[in-house]
């Protein structure tokens, strides 16, 4: 089993920056893909951005392309999510997911290990 742990949420004013970080650990960790989803108050679970893990190729939500830079650490099993720009549309909670298999996703049931998520507050 994977576990994943994201941190680095917290209150930021609009226009601010926010770095997220998912630590990945289990001895049976060797995910394909890792991604980032968000959840706001009364919304489904939405896509946020991917990687790779071998390759680091990346892929972004159009709603935070240009704006948010995920990255990947695979001597520490660690993804981060570099936010800039932030907006108080961009407030959720964010969660860590992590896919085993190969190939390409973007929705939620396309991924087999979730985070606890953390909370993403923007003010205005």
């Known amino acids: 089993q994977v576990q994943l742990v994201e941190s680095g949420g917290g209150l930021v004013q609009a226009g601010g920056s926010l770095r997220l970080s998912c630590a990945a650990s289990?001895?049976?960790?060797?995910?394909?893909?890792l991604g980032w989803f968000r959840q706001a108050p009364g919304k489904e679970r939405e896509f946020v951005a991917r990687?790779?893990?071998?390759?680091?190729?990346?892929y972004y939500a159009d709603s935070v392309k240009g704006r948010f830079t995920i990255s990947r650490d695979n001597a520490k099993n660690t993804i981060y999510l570099q936010m800039n720009t932030l907006k108080p549309e961009d407030t959720a909670v964010y969660y860590c997911a992590a896919r085993r298999g190969q190939g390409f996703s973007t929705v939620v049931a396309g991924y087999d290990y979730w985070g606890q998520g953390t909370q993403v507050t923007v003010s205005s």
């Open positions: 990687i790779t893990w071998g390759g680091g190729g990346t």
């Open positions: 289990g001895r049976t960790f060797s995910p394909a893909v």
